[in-house]
């Protein structure tokens, strides 16, 4: 206890954490985080998950390679799903392909309904894939479908989001430090105070329940802030749209701000842009069309932040897919990374001053500074490049 103590007012003093998002949930140094480096234990501070030693340290495949992955995708209908399976489709397949390690991936969609889901996994599981990967499902509900596959040689591997089953592991950025870090600069470019309207995305998805955590944790340390509504914008933007035209509808009162979970801001920024009423900060995370807007009006907001890039996001469980089946290990059951904040001129030497402000494509990292290889050799017991590698 008296060394995680330590590591906790190093992190606060070198201000790589703050106290205040400490208390959202207590530290601990659980099995295996405390293997990990010091500046890679700092992003799990808050975080609303389980973290612990896993289930996949010592995982061997039940076949050599190259593996049959399967893909149990909950959902296809906004921009960043488009722009994961893209990456998924045009990169790291390919890739992985050409070196002999995937023979080929089945991919299905449920239409987010988690009984369809689990149906599929376990149908994945019957067809004899080596490993299955989703995203951004509920945290609970698949549990016992991943056991399933577990006890049949079968890894489970999410992203952009967690999944309590002990036999998973799970690959995201810190949702709750993103909504915390988010909202907080939004807070401060009102000035502490004003009406702000929170649009969430899915409510019981965990990528989800935690941003909105970290949020309000942010605005309640501002008491002249006051939290006017909180729509479900279901992380596609014309839903984001049409919930906040609603919104804006109903409640005539000034709006100062908004929080909005990504990807709606662009969404968002269309209803704000339509209504008649004068523009106000809108958190942007990387939609292409709200980062176009924030290019050609600078004092729109002072940063962005980069919660969950859908090919750096994709890219992490992939990685550690391959490394697992490889028997590289996993330290711990989850990656975790801080997010990426962005300021305007990274934006201006990007992005053309005759961008489009609808534009449905994301201003994102390359994957490698995303998920870099020291980062990922770091997170397992034996490391090797997973494209090198041989088996023993």
């Not at 703050?18 to 500046?39: R, V």
């Not at 810190?174 to 807070?187: E, F, L, R, S």
């Not at 479900?232 to 035209?245: H, K, L, R």
């Not at 990807?263 to 709200?290: K, T």
Request: glycine share 8%; aromatic share 10%; hydrophobic share 45%.
């Amino acid at each position: 206890m008296v060394i995680k103590n330590t590591i906790i007012k190093i992190l606060i003093s070198f201000g790589i954490i703050s106290f205040s998002l400490i208390s959202i949930n207590s530290y601990a140094l659980a099995e295996g985080l405390d293997e990990l480096p010091t500046e890679l234990q700092a992003a799990y501070v808050g975080a609303d998950q389980p973290i612990n030693g896993g289930m996949l340290r010592d995982f061997k495949a039940k076949n050599s390679a190259p593996w049959t992955i399967g893909y149990a995708s909950s959902y296809t209908g906004n921009t960043w799903r488009a722009a994961s399976a893209k990456f998924l489709a045009e990169t790291l397949i390919p890739q992985a392909v050409e070196a002999g390690l995937v023979k080929e991936v089945i991919t299905l969609q449920s239409d987010l309904k988690d009984a369809v889901q689990i149906q599929q996994i376990r149908q994945l599981v019957d067809q004899g894939v080596d490993a299955i990967f989703l995203c951004c499902s509920n945290p609970t509900a698949l549990n016992q479908t991943i056991k399933y596959a577990y006890d049949r040689g079968v890894p489970v591997f999410s992203f952009s989001g967690y999944v309590t089953a002990p036999e998973a592991f799970s690959a995201s950025a810190n949702y709750v430090t993103g909504g915390y870090d988010i909202a907080k600069a939004i807070a401060e470019k009102i000035g502490g105070k004003g009406n702000v309207l929170l649009v969430s995305g899915i409510a019981g998805f965990s990528s989800s329940d935690s941003f909105d955590v970290g949020a309000l944790k942010a605005l309640s340390e501002y008491p002249n802030i006051k939290l006017v509504g909180t729509v479900q914008g279901m992380w596609t933007d014309s839903v984001a749209q049409t919930e906040v035209q609603k919104f804006l509808a109903t409640h005539p009162a000034k709006l100062d701000a908004i929080i909005a979970q990504s990807p709606a801001e662009n969404g968002v920024l269309q209803a704000m842009l339509q209504s008649g009423r004068p523009m106000v900060p809108i958190s942007v995370s990387g939609e292409m069309g709200a980062v176009c807007y924030w290019r050609n009006n600078p004092d729109w907001i002072d940063a962005g932040f980069m919660v969950w890039p859908p090919a750096g996001e994709i890219y992490i469980a992939w990685n550690m897919m391959l490394r697992t089946l490889q028997g590289q290990g996993p330290k711990i059951n989850a990656v975790m990374r801080p997010v990426l904040k962005f300021t305007h001129d990274q934006v201006m030497a990007r992005v053309p001053a005759d961008c489009n402000t609808a534009d449905p494509l994301w201003f994102e990292p390359k994957v490698e500074d995303w998920f870099p290889k020291p980062m990922a050799d770091a997170m397992v017991l034996r490391p090797a490049d997973p494209f090198t590698w041989k088996p023993e």
